[in-house]
């Protein structure tokens, strides 16, 4: 089974600190994003990458960057976090060159909290 | 913009019955649709995918329905199950290839 694992689920963080959310996949995909999840706005792509050193802004950049500096570990950072970046964040991966046909697999999400 | 969309934000169905969550897409780029499952607590959990070439995909309970016309898509569970309970997001590539987009999701309620 495809393992994406986020390796904190539950993280409260003070305004103004640097955060750093990790994830990593076990199946060596190429893709990889960060979507945060709020109640009623549903997933909202962050950043993706489609290749090592590789980014691409997705629909609400804003206030976060992304590092993947290895195949199998994607990062997102909040370089100084603020109260409305609190939310779920879920990270995911899939195989090969887009996602047409290619199942993109989601970890169990990290609950940010910024107080 | 451009938006995936529910018509229902939320259905309760009893133990047993069918269920059928909707979805409208706007993009008529999209080529590939997905639908997913999540429930509390724990990351969207793939269903089923379709591609624009298919009108109709079926997996184990659950049939996916694509009519590009109308740009709708829907999601049939056959002998809901309380399991079912949680909710359903409708995902669209948006002839991009390289990202979804998801719509607001259906919480689905089975009572017994």
């Known amino acids: 089974d495809v393992k994406v694992t986020q390796s904190s689920r539950y993280l409260v963080k003070r305004t103004g600190e640097k955060v750093f959310l990790e994830c990593v996949q076990d199946?060596?995909?190429?893709?990889m994003f960060w979507y945060r999840q709020d109640p009623g706005l549903g997933l909202r792509l962050i950043y993706f990458?489609?290749?090592?050193?590789?980014?691409e802004k997705g629909d609400i950049p804003e206030g976060y960057s992304v590092s993947r500096e290895k195949k199998e570990r994607f990062s997102l950072i909040l370089e100084s976090a603020s109260t409305n970046q609190t939310s779920m964040y879920l990270c995911?991966?899939?195989?090969?060159?887009?996602?047409?046909?290619?199942?993109?697999?989601f970890g169990e999400g990290s609950w940010l909290t910024v107080v | 913009g451009e938006s995936v969309g529910l018509h229902l934000p939320t259905l309760s169905v009893q133990e047993g019955d069918n269920s059928i969550i909707n979805c409208a897409y706007s993009?008529?780029?999209?080529?590939?649709f997905i639908w997913y499952k999540q429930e509390s607590g724990k990351g969207p959990q793939f269903i089923i995918d379709?591609?624009?070439?298919?009108d109709k995909r079926q997996g184990q309970r659950v049939t996916v329905l694509l009519n590009k016309t109308v740009k709708h898509l829907s999601l049939q569970i056959a002998a809901t199950q309380p399991g079912d309970s949680a909710v359903y997001f409708c995902?669209?590539?948006?002839?991009?290839?390289?990202?979804?987009?998801f719509g607001k999701g259906t919480s689905l309620l089975v009572t017994p």
């Open positions: 199946m060596d995909h190429e893709n």
């Open positions: 990458s489609y290749d090592v050193k590789m980014k």
């Open positions: 995911a991966s899939s195989v090969g060159q887009g996602v047409n046909g290619n199942t993109i697999y």
């Open positions: 379709i591609r624009s070439n298919m």
């Open positions: 995902a669209e590539n948006g002839g991009s290839g390289y990202a979804l987009n």
């Open positions: 993009n008529s780029a999209s080529d590939y």
